[in-house]
């Protein structure tokens, strides 16, 4: 009973972290118009990222200061990792992610960057050996993919354009490399204190990049009055990022990163779903399929009891 309690609390914090960041992607449309930002405006969209992150950050670290009752800042021994994890986890997903987008459709970007999920495992499994790499990972992981390509390729047929896909995948690879270092750093320092400061130093990193990219390309400063309406969007923006990736962080800590990681899977669906209740998009029956599919790949990864045989990777080496 206790391992299904855990196995519950596990789906219902993976699943709420998906939906936070699905709800991320019509809202960060709906924030560019509030804030006067075009899509084309790739360091416009960087600053804005960045400022969202450093906002994100405070909100943790804050938050998370008022419930222990301290200051939360890094020893001097941390600063060099947090700085390492931002650089991965922060600056270079995003930087290359928003770069990479301004130079490939959106359903390009959706399928590339689903690879998060797989570089995720494979740098896990493979390269810092934390877990064992087996056949049902691998199944699950395609399983999800195919769920992802199911939503995107097929209405829309796939074209590699090696200077928008390319630093999009470099953006994923990013990700899948900060997967681990979490994992890494979870054992030995705090996740939540790791995940609010890199926000910090990787949105200010990121906020003087835009708009350091802004002044030389001569592109406009964006200083319009803004509403009430867009300065609460970017609240929320910052709100999604501090929750989801801090619980994220959590679960990566006390479970294998390919567990955790096949449910990103569900982030395109259900960005695609969310957009289509807020922005009047359109769903089809193929939706339905790739949720399903998804699910079969969650439900694979996450099988218990493998066999001895189901191993892929050698492990007798672990780090």
């Not at 596990?10 to 936070?20: E, K, M, P, S």
Request: with cysteine; charged share 15%.
């Amino acid at each position: 009973m206790k391992g299904l309690k855990k196995e519950l609390a596990v789906f219902a914090g993976a699943l709420l972290c998906c939906f936070l960041w699905a709800s991320a992607v019509p809202s960060i449309k709906i924030g560019y118009k509030l804030w006067d930002i075009g899509g084309d405006e790739t360091w416009k969209v960087i600053r804005f990222a960045g400022i969202r992150f450093f906002l994100a950050g405070i909100l943790v670290i804050a938050f998370a200061g008022a419930a222990r009752k301290k200051l939360l800042i890094p020893r001097r021994d941390e600063w060099g990792k947090v700085m390492f994890l931002s650089l991965f986890q922060t600056i270079g997903q995003y930087v290359f992610f928003y770069i990479g987008v301004a130079h490939t459709t959106g359903v390009n970007s959706a399928v590339v960057d689903s690879l998060t999920n797989f570089f995720a495992m494979m740098i896990a499994c493979v390269v810092m050996r934390m877990e064992k790499l087996t056949i049902r990972k691998l199944t699950g992981c395609l399983l999800g993919l195919a769920g992802v390509i199911l939503v995107e390729i097929l209405p829309a047929g796939f074209v590699f354009r090696p200077a928008g896909d390319g630093l999009v995948a470099l953006s994923a690879l990013c990700y899948g490399v900060s997967s681990s270092m979490i994992k890494k750093y979870s054992s030995e320092h705090d996740t939540v204190l790791f995940s609010g400061w890199q926000f910090i130093f990787g949105g200010a990193v990121m906020t003087a990049v835009g708009q350091c990219g802004m002044m030389v390309s001569g592109g406009s400063d964006g200083s319009s009055p803004v509403s009430f309406k867009a300065v609460a969007l970017l609240v929320y923006l910052a709100l999604v990022s501090s929750v989801a990736y801090t619980l994220w962080g959590i679960l990566l800590k006390n479970n294998d990163v390919s567990k955790i990681s096949v449910y990103g899977f569900m982030n395109p669906v259900m960005g695609v779903m969310l957009s289509a209740v807020l922005l009047g998009d359109k769903l089809g029956i193929r939706y339905a399929a790739a949720l399903l599919l998804i699910g079969a790949g969650i439900a694979t990864v996450n099988i218990k009891k493998p066999h001895k045989m189901d191993d892929v990777s050698n492990t007798k080496d672990k780090v």
